[in-house]
């Protein structure tokens, strides 16, 4: 199940990333940065810690990377042979090389991957039964301004510990200046619609987490840090710094009778946002029917509240937060001005969730 899992969540990245991308440019490159996201897992799965940080790298041409952990002593260097994939990287999670991120401020632990030709890279975090993958997109399609995308953590039914919905933010570039917006209460006291400042060096990582009580009440779960925005200004030399994004949760359950998921995905800036996007729902069920009814969870992001979005030329309503709409149809989704949509799809054969563009 695990491995029928992971290629349905690398198919569907790499068809939704090479769709929705408005800009020439490809999820193929020499250089990408990530962080070890937070994960409940870290301290309260079964076995605690168990989970794996896992890198899967692809190439046409032989290729030598080097996958390297700001700030640690952590450095492994591949040499891959041309048109295979590598998975033998995983990163640290205990002892001095530990590159997790165990709450929300800053961190000076960046993931670095580099590379001598272009290469695609998918990080997968999994463990006994939990796995949330995404595809990394290289530092050159990097934005100056971005929108986190989320879900409702009170889908839960109820508030355990450390699900947290988050979002961060990574520097590829020192003198990084950012001003984040959040679209509610956070876990530092940061304020909805309040803007805060931020500054950030070359592998530095800037984690926001939503405000949550984890009294097993799901009135109580994390806020949903749909919406959130973030903006890099002029810094200390005097230049705006491009950025990447990641948006997840520690924990998330999107149908009543699951056991929940960890999500991670790297987010699209703004002008990578596009108008047109063809969607089909991704199989779960355990005799791979693909007619099966849809399961899919979609959240359409719209930067103008007047943006007229259209599933099979029927006119969608119901925005809320003045930015996205949901559905739950598999659609052809036609926009008049740029979007950005993210599918939660369910992909175990039985109700539960998994995580965005998986």
């Known amino acids: 199940m695990k491995q029928l899992r992971l290629a ?20 193929r490159g020499r250089e990408f940065w990530l962080s070890y996201g937070f994960d409940y897992s870290f301290f309260w799965e079964t076995p605690i810690n168990f989970q794996e940080l ?43 090389n530990d590159a997790r991120v165990l709450t929300d401020g800053p961190s000076n632990k960046g993931i670095h991957i580099v590379s001598d030709v272009p290469v695609a890279v998918y990080a997968h975090v999994y463990s006994t039964q939990v796995s949330g993958a995404t595809m990394l997109m290289p530092v050159e399609t990097n934005g100056f ?5 989320n879900y409702y953590q009170t889908t839960s039914q109820s508030s355990p510990p450390d699900w947290y919905s988050w979002f961060y933010a990574i520097a590829s ?47 109580h779960a994390s806020k949903d840090m749909t919406g959130s925005k973030v903006v890099s200004i002029v810094g200390g ?18 149908c009543r009778g699951d056991g929940g998921e960890f999500v991670h995905q790297q987010v699209f800036p703004e002008q990578a946002w596009g108008t047109l996007y063809l969607t089909y729902h991704t199989i779960n069920n355990i005799n791979s029917d693909i007619v099966e009814t849809n399961r899919n969870y979609y ?14 030329g029927v006119t969608m309503t119901g925005l809320i937060n ?8 598999p659609p052809a989704v036609i926009i008049s001005k740029p979007t950005n949509p993210f599918s939660f799809p369910s992909i175990h054969p039985i109700k539960t969730s998994a995580g965005i563009f998986r």
Do not use: M
Not at 12 to 23: W, Y
Not at 55 to 67: F, G, K, M, P
Not at 299 to 312: A, E, G, W
């Open 299 to 312: 959240r359409v992001c719209v930067l103008d509240p007047l943006t007229v979005v259209k599933k099979n």
């Open 173 to 219: 570039e020192d003198n990084t200046r950012l001003e984040i917006t959040p679209s509610d209460t956070t876990k530092n006291g940061w304020l909805p619609g309040q803007t805060y400042t931020v500054n950030l060096n070359k592998g530095e990582s800037y984690h926001v987490f939503g405000k949550a009580v984890f009294d097993g009440f799901a009135a």
């Open 8 to 27: 349905i969540l690398l198919i569907t990245s790499l068809i939704i990333g090479t769709n929705s991308h408005a800009q020439d440019k490809s999820n």
């Open 54 to 96: 896992a890198l899967y790298i692809s190439t046409e041409q032989a290729a030598t990377v080097t996958v390297s952990i700001s700030n640690t002593g952590f450095t492994q260097t591949l040499s891959i042979p041309a048109n295979t994939v590598d998975a033998s990287i995983l990163i640290p999670k205990s002892g001095p």
């Open 322 to 329: 003045n930015f996205f709409t949901s559905t739950w149809i």
């Open 237 to 254: 030399d005097g230049n705006c710094h491009p950025f990447a994004l990641f948006s997840g949760s520690g924990g998330i359950r999107l």
């Open 145 to 149: 301004v971005y929108h986190s995308v």
